[in-house]
C-alpha cells in the first residue's frame, strides 16, 4: 500500500494526484516525502499514468526518483542563507549592496535603513545618486569606480544624504563581487560624524590653546 510509506501529512497530496491523474488533468512532476524503513525522511518527485484496459483505467502507474540529497542541499543552502541574513542585519554599519552597471541597490540590511531614515523597499527603489549631496556626486562617483576596480578599499569622510535632507559622514569599505556575470559592489557605510565631531572641537581647543601661548 503506496500510503503505508508516506508520511501522515503526505497522504490527502497523494489521493489528489491520483484523483488529478486519473481526470486526465496531472501535469509536470508532484513530490512527496516517504517514510524509510529506519524512520529517516526519504524525498522523491514522481510523474503518473493511468493504465487503461478494454477502454477503462485498471491501475494508476507511478514512477518516483529519490530527490532526497538534493532537498538537503537546498535546505543546508537555506539555512546558510538564513545565517548570513542574520549576520548581514545585525551587523552595527550599514550594508548596501549596488549594481555597477546603474547603481542601483538591490540589497540593503537594517543598519543602513536606521542611517539613513528609509524602509528598506523605499531603498530599493533608490541608487548611488539618490543617497548623497548632489554637489558630492562627481567625488562620489569616482570613488565608487576605484572600490569596483580594488584600486580603493575605503572612501572616506564621503557625505551621505539621509531622507530627511540631513547630511552625516562615513567611511565606506568596499567589497566587489560579481553574480550571475553582473557586477556589484557591497558597501559598509561607518558614521564617522561623532569622529569628526570631536575632531574639529580638538582642532579649535589647539588653536585657543596656541594663541594663549603666543600672547
Given at each position: 500500500n503506496f500510503a503505508s510509506f508516506l508520511s501522515e501529512d503526505q497522504i490527502p497530496l497523494a489521493f489528489q494526484l491520483m484523483e488529478s491523474i486519473l481526470a486526465g488533468t496531472h501535469q509536470g512532476l508532484m513530490e512527496f516525502r516517504l517514510r524509510h524503513r529506519d524512520c529517516s525522511d526519504v524525498y522523491v518527485e514522481t510523474r503518473g499514468s493511468v493504465l487503461m484496459s478494454h477502454g477503462k483505467p485498471v491501475a494508476i502507474q507511478a514512477i518516483a526518483r529519490d530527490i532526497?540529497?538534493?532537498?538537503?542541499?537546498?535546505?543546508?543552502?537555506?539555512?546558510?542563507?538564513?545565517?548570513?541574513?542574520?549576520?548581514f542585519d545585525s551587523a552595527?554599519?550599514?550594508?548596501l549592496l549596488a549594481q555597477h552597471s546603474d547603481k542601483k541597490f538591490t540589497d540593503a540590511n537594517k543598519g543602513i535603513c536606521r542611517m539613513l531614515g528609509y524602509?528598506?523597499?523605499?531603498?530599493?527603489?533608490?541608487?548611488?545618486?539618490?543617497?548623497?549631496?548632489?554637489?558630492?556626486?562627481?567625488?562620489?562617483?569616482?570613488?565608487?569606480e576605484k572600490q569596483i576596480k580594488e584600486e580603493l578599499l575605503i572612501a572616506k569622510d564621503m557625505p551621505v544624504l539621509r531622507k530627511d535632507?540631513?547630511?552625516?559622514?562615513?567611511?565606506?569599505?568596499?567589497?566587489?563581487?560579481t553574480v550571475s556575470g553582473k557586477e556589484f559592489l557591497l558597501g559598509m557605510f561607518r558614521d564617522i560624524?561623532?569622529?569628526?565631531?570631536?575632531?574639529?572641537?580638538?582642532?579649535?581647543r589647539e588653536g585657543e590653546l596656541s594663541q594663549k601661548i603666543l600672547r
Open positions: 532526497t540529497e538534493r532537498k538537503q542541499a537546498e535546505k543546508t543552502q537555506k539555512e546558510a542563507e538564513l545565517k548570513v541574513r542574520t549576520m552595527s554599519d550599514g550594508i524602509s528598506e523597499e523605499e531603498i530599493l527603489k533608490l541608487s548611488v545618486y539618490d543617497i548623497h549631496p548632489k554637489e558630492s556626486l562627481p567625488h562620489v562617483i569616482d570613488q565608487f535632507g540631513s547630511v552625516f559622514f562615513a567611511d565606506i569599505s568596499s567589497s566587489p563581487m560624524t561623532e569622529r569628526k565631531r570631536n575632531e574639529e572641537i580638538l582642532r579649535q
